[in-house]
């Protein structure tokens, strides 16, 4: 039996650089894809922060209205 050297790359002859580039032509849309997700606006959470301020018993009798509850 004879033993066969594994295989790198199914690609034909001078093909591998086209491989490689698409890969990383790839990896740069993702990148760009996630870059742009991640730097779109969220949205205000100052009214939640608020109520949460107002309604928690943590804050009870601090700020101007200390007669709040």
Do not use: C, W, Y
């Given at each position: ?29 993702m990148q ?7 730097k779109t ?12 301020e107002r ?15």
């Amino acid at each position: 039996m004879k033993t066969r050297k594994p295989v790198q790359s199914h690609a034909l002859l001078g093909m591998a650089e086209d491989i490689v580039k698409r890969l990383e032509a790839e990896q740069l849309a993702m990148q760009q894809n996630l870059s742009a997700i991640l730097k779109t606006p969220l949205g205000n959470i100052s009214s939640k922060a608020g109520e949460m301020e107002r309604d928690s018993p943590l804050f009870f009798g601090t700020g101007t209205n200390r007669s709040l509850f």
